[in-house]
């Protein structure tokens, strides 16, 4: 079984080149490309430095990978890692691992690994592979019923097209069993999603590597858009892919990427003539647009309206996605050897991890996590948008096979877009925001 998983950098090897779902995948960097590290992202987003160093003690600051595809890590990589970027990786436990042990470490799972742990070790880390060939409604389920022993945010950097959610290999063996089709597998497993939110769990899906149309219309052949599922769940918050312009060098270089570590630059949407591939996201052909995002996407296909695909491509009433971003080109990884390696499955676990950090303010002021975390990313906006980096350059017209003149998409523009979403968070800013929302409860 293949799903959709992170993207890479140049021509690659697809996994399974017609179904994998993993959303990431090998590339290579051109000499004198900068390389992205964690330190990159801390510089980027204005991430501080530890601020809770008996954070893992608690089970309610915690943070976890969602595997499929028997997509496995080396914990020895994963060590030496955090050894070689110095930086205090935490260890995932026996305690924290549900699912078979598989000794046969793959690309995906340690990316996703590393960007967590490499940019968040003040968490409890999880690792969660799906045993068998189970699909989104076998892993809703099970997640659910483990309640309370799983993480409070959980990244999934797997994806496939709404429409095509009961191909064999994906879940067609579900939705047999349940006797359903693909957008009423859809809207099963978001009700299924809906009842891990009401736990208190913060669940990140990247947004797709194919762009607005998805990895099945790679050649834009099929009249209509193919947004990805999870990612256009309303009760999952998607996450795009950005790229670096204009970065310098990181102050402090590192053997492992010397002298081409990066540091601070600009961000545009992650495009295929950089990265091959483009960041998925549009609007659900399943579920209605959710009432705390109306403005922002309003506004957008108000002021667009001459850069929209034909009306009958894509659902305009319908959830837009994704809702932030995060850098997802040429992020290095230690999987046996160094290489760089792209995707929105690298931008997700960066993301999930920065709202596990947050989930500290939430604990220490309210007791409780974050939770649901899509409403407070709009609301967020609405009150201070410089909370956001706004991504206003690029498109999501290209997929993992190219251009040609019958690809539709979408562009970046001010404000929301079906790009980048919101745009990339400013950590401080955000965390800054959080404290004052919850003194404020706490003041009624």
Excluded at 72 to 79: C, G, S
Excluded at 104 to 127: H, K, R, S, Y
Excluded at 223 to 231: S, T
Excluded at 279 to 294: E, N, R
């Amino acid at each position: 079984m293949d799903f959709v998983a992170g993207l890479s950098t140049f021509p690659i090897p697809h996994l399974d080149a017609k179904r994998h779902f993993r959303d990431s995948v090998r590339g290579s960097a051109g000499a004198g490309d900068l390389l992205v590290i964690p330190q990159t992202y801390t510089a980027m987003y204005n991430i501080p430095p530890t601020q809770y160093a008996n954070a893992t003690g608690n089970p309610l600051l915690s943070q976890g990978l969602i595997e499929f595809e028997a997509q496995t890590y080396d914990k020895e990589q994963y060590a030496q890692y955090g050894s070689d970027l110095q930086i205090q990786v935490i260890a995932i436990g026996d305690n924290t691992t549900v699912g078979p042990e598989i000794d046969q470490p793959q690309i995906e799972a340690q990316l996703d690994v590393e960007a967590m742990g490499g940019i968040n070790n003040e968490a409890t880390m999880w690792f969660w592979l799906e045993p068998g060939t189970g699909w989104q409604y076998t892993f809703a389920t099970h997640f659910f019923s483990t309640s309370p022993n799983i993480p409070t945010v959980a990244s999934m950097s797997y994806a496939w097209s709404e429409l095509d959610q009961c191909e064999n290999g994906i879940g067609g063996a579900e939705c047999s069993t349940l006797g359903i089709n693909s957008l009423q597998y859809v809207t099963r497993v978001n009700a299924e999603y809906m009842k891990i939110a009401t736990l208190g769990v913060s669940v990140f899906s990247a947004s797709g590597d194919s762009g607005a149309n998805g990895r099945t219309n790679s050649q834009c052949s099929q009249p209509l858009l193919k947004p990805d599922f999870p990612a256009s769940s309303p009760w999952i918050t998607s996450v795009g892919g950005t790229q670096l312009i204009n970065a310098a060098p990181l102050a402090t270089q590192y053997p492992v990427c010397a002298p081409n570590c990066a540091g601070i630059g600009s961000e545009v949407a992650v495009s295929f003539a950089v990265a091959n591939f483009e960041s998925g996201g549009g609007f659900s052909w399943s579920a209605p647009m959710p009432s705390w995002q109306t403005s922002a996407v309003s506004n957008y296909l108000s002021t667009q309206k001459a850069n929209l695909p034909p009306a009958s491509y894509f659902n305009a009433s319908g959830r837009g996605f994704p809702d932030v971003a995060a850098i997802g080109h040429n992020f290095l990884i230690n999987a046996g050897s160094y290489e760089p390696v792209g995707g929105t499955s690298v931008s997700t676990p960066v993301v999930a991890a920065m709202f596990a950090m947050f989930n500290q303010v939430a604990v220490a002021k309210s007791g409780k996590p974050l939770g649901f975390v899509s409403p407070l990313l709009y609301q967020m906006y609405a009150a201070d948008p410089t909370i956001f980096q706004d991504i206003t350059v690029g498109s999501n017209k290209c997929t993992e096979g190219g251009c040609n003149a019958n690809c539709q998409g979408y562009v970046c523009a001010p404000g929301w877009d079906p790009v980048t979403g919101l745009g990339t968070l400013n950590f401080q800013k955000a965390e800054a925001f959080i404290g004052k929302m919850f003194d404020a409860r706490n003041q009624k």
